[in-house]
């Protein structure tokens, strides 16, 4: 797990070899008000869908990030990058083998980044209001359950956001979107326990072909990322 004595200052020039994932953290609690002309116009019009002006800034400020971090890789003009979106919606950039991805929740954002390996990210600040018992059967796999339900009542709300966090990383590292319900895998459901892919039902040799890995992002946050193929080194930086 990255603690926050793991999260380094990026260096000027980014080397991100075949066998390593690089892992950004930023702060939105104070978004700027010119990253919007870094948004393409599907960008925009995203982020208009907003009802509340915090959230429609943070999005913005999220996605900045993403196209001027991409861009130093690429030694491109932020501005200038195109995405695509793949059949259930995760963007990529057509003409690159770079893979990425981007999760902002509350005022945390994280974006991972590979050379060739299919990579997922999330991010959730714990809320123990949304932990509730009929949100975790409604959406977990019974044995995630079972297994929270056996944790103490103060445990409960850290463990669930644990256990969601490493299901969303795994779901957006596929790219399955809605197609693949979080009740249909199983991974190791709490904080303390080493993050793992158990079993994913119709398919049992596909838990093997992926490895999870926790992120310490800051107090009242819970944030996991998922790697095709073996655990790889992950270098975590601040970005923002």
């Known amino acids: 797990m990255a603690t926050d004595a793991d999260w380094l200052p990026p260096p000027r020039t980014l080397n991100l070899a075949p066998d390593t994932v690089h892992v950004w953290r930023f702060s939105l609690a104070a978004p700027g008000t010119t990253h919007e002309r870094l948004l393409d116009a599907a960008g925009r019009e995203r982020a208009a869908r907003f009802h509340r002006e915090s959230d429609r800034a943070r999005f913005i400020a999220a996605h900045a990030y993403l196209r001027q971090t991409l861009a130093r890789y690429l030694d491109a003009d932020p501005a200038t990058l195109v995405f695509a979106r793949g059949a259930h919606g995760k963007p990529y950039l057509p003409d ?37 018992e009929a949100v975790a059967e409604r959406y977990l796999a019974p044995a995630e359950v079972r297994a929270l339900r056996g ?34 895998f199983d991974v190791s459901p709490q904080p303390g326990e080493s993050p793992r892919l158990l079993a994913v039902r119709g398919d049992d040799a596909e838990a093997a072909h992926w490895s999870l890995a926790a992120l310490s992002v800051g107090a009242g946050y819970a944030a996991a990322l998922a790697v095709e193929g073996e655990l790889p080194e992950i270098v975590c930086y601040d970005g923002a």
């Open 96 to 132: 690159h083998p770079l893979q990425f991805n981007l999760a902002h929740s509350g005022d945390r954002a994280l974006l991972a980044v590979a050379r060739t390996r299919a990579v997922g990210v999330d991010v959730e600040a714990i809320r123990a209001e949304v932990a509730q």
């Open 151 to 184: 944790l103490p009542s103060g445990e409960q709300a850290g463990a669930f956001f644990a256990c969601w966090t490493r299901k969303e990383a795994y779901v957006k590292a596929r790219g399955a979107g809605l197609a693949l319900p979080l009740s249909s």
